[in-house]
């Protein structure tokens, strides 16, 4: 028997549907482990030495992934492919060492980014082993996390009486917000005025042009000061008649935006949708999660926590096919466009967040989605 631990029971149950009856899928339901929260959960005279303890309510999940590893001869873990995800299969991973349940067992980190039957059994045939990076990065984000939170904390209740913790990213970004205000309160306006003409045409079609020369010179923002500078141009201009010059006609191209990241996800889901990025997360990791199609579960979008542009081959093909299929020959480039991300720390081996099949449209997708699954599906 083989044992696959993924993180949800959701996830759980469609990956058992595709594995068959010779893999045995359970859920972590999340983290399993955690700092304590007292004095020397981290210890950096240690060398940053850390002491983990069970999450609340994790001894049931870690009792059945360990009773069914008893009888394992491989164990895939395949949480999340993002940091995060490798930290909770490395936390499993540590506990069933310390019970010595790993002994005659294979062990395997599986990753997938769409939960799809392709994308699944890929992820099975070709696991990897664990990412000793991404779990020192999750480590020292832990850890500073522990350290600033005990730290600061005790601060800010005895000087704001009712505040919760002091944490490693609010409490910097709160600094900065302070700065910023104090540069506000000492800033010392500076008055400067623009001259702006409605125009119309001959077919009485009016315009608004702004007066960016006067009398051979460039008109800067601080070129006309206060009313007294601006009069005098103002009474020239409107004891005057214009005329339009010449009109420059030009042909522009314009590239489409790279596919979705988290943020720009969040980003154009807040602008167009109303959305929090709370929200918007939810919604997609329900469309991560997977619907109901014909008595199969199946994940919609790719996973959505990524900051990489990059899009695999399969489903490049697939998108122009349908492109050919649905717009015609001559709106498929001659070859794919590809983006690159600018982040040095961006994870390409993920992909973007994409539908996981162009030809799943939110029109065929109408019946199975709520309002803003399918808002969100359609934003995508």
């Given at each position: 028997m083989k044992v696959v631990v993924v993180e949800s029971p959701a996830k759980a149950k469609a990956i058992n549907k595709y594995l068959g009856k010779d893999y045995t899928v359970l859920a972590s339901?999340?983290?399993?482990?955690?700092?304590?929260?007292?004095?020397?959960?981290?210890?950096?005279?240690?060398?940053?030495?850390?002491?983990?303890?069970?999450?609340?309510?994790?001894?049931?999940?870690?009792?059945?992934?360990?009773d069914a590893v008893k009888k394992a001869d491989a164990l895939y873990l395949a949480t999340d492919p993002d940091r995060e995800g490798e930290a909770i299969a490395w936390h499993i991973y540590e506990v069933?060492?310390?019970?010595?349940?790993?002994?005659?067992?294979?062990?395997?980190?599986?990753?997938?980014h769409e939960?799809?039957?392709?994308?699944?059994?890929?992820?099975?045939?070709?696991?990897?082993?664990?990412?000793?990076?991404?779990?020192?990065a999750y480590l020292a984000r832990?850890?500073?996390?522990?350290?600033?939170?005990?730290?600061?904390?005790?601060?800010?209740?005895?000087?704001?009486?009712?505040?919760?913790?002091?944490?490693?990213?609010?409490?910097?970004?709160?600094?900065?917000?302070?700065?910023?205000?104090?540069?506000?309160?000492?800033?010392?306006?500076e008055e400067y005025w623009t001259v702006d003409v409605d125009l119309l045409s001959k077919d009485q079609k009016r315009f608004t042009a702004r007066l960016a020369e006067y009398n051979g010179e460039k008109v800067q923002k601080f070129t006309f000061q206060n009313e007294k500078s601006v009069s005098p141009v103002v009474a020239s201009i409107e004891s005057q008649n214009f005329h339009v010059s010449h009109i420059d006609k030009k042909r522009v191209k314009r590239n489409p935006y790279p596919p979705f990241t988290t943020s720009t996800l969040q980003q154009e889901a807040a602008r167009k949708l109303g959305f929090?990025?709370?929200?918007t997360m939810t919604v997609a990791q329900s469309l991560y999660e997977g619907i109901n199609l014909q008595g199969d579960t199946?994940?919609?979008?790719?996973?959505?926590?990524?900051?990489?542009?990059?899009?695999?081959?399969?489903?490049?093909?697939?998108?122009?096919?349908?492109?050919?299929?649905?717009y015609g020959e001559k709106y498929v480039p001659d070859s794919p466009r590809f983006y690159k991300s600018k982040s040095k720390n961006a994870q390409e081996a993920h992909e973007?967040?994409?539908?996981?099949?162009?030809?799943?449209?939110?029109?065929?997708?109408?019946?199975?989605l709520d309002t803003d699954q399918l808002r969100l599906y359609e934003l995508i």
């Open positions: 339901y999340g983290h399993i482990r955690d700092l304590p929260s007292k004095q020397g959960s981290v210890d950096p005279e240690k060398k940053f030495e850390m002491v983990w303890a069970l999450s609340k309510g994790a001894e049931k999940n870690i009792k059945q992934i360990a069933l060492k310390e019970k010595k349940l790993l002994d005659k067992v294979d062990i395997h980190r599986s990753v997938f939960i799809t039957k392709k994308a699944i059994v890929d992820a099975i045939d070709n696991p990897r082993s664990l990412n000793q990076g991404l779990i020192d832990r850890a500073l996390d522990y350290l600033v939170g005990f730290t600061l904390s005790p601060v800010l209740w005895h000087k704001l009486p009712g505040s919760k913790s002091a944490g490693r990213v609010q409490s910097v970004a709160l600094r900065l917000i302070t700065d910023r205000e104090r540069e506000i309160e000492l800033f010392n306006p929090s990025a709370s929200k199946v994940g919609l979008i790719t996973y959505m926590r990524t900051d990489s542009f990059h899009l695999s081959n399969d489903a490049v093909l697939r998108m122009r096919d349908y492109m050919k299929e649905n973007a967040i994409r539908p996981t099949d162009a030809f799943r449209t939110p029109d065929n997708m109408r019946s199975h």
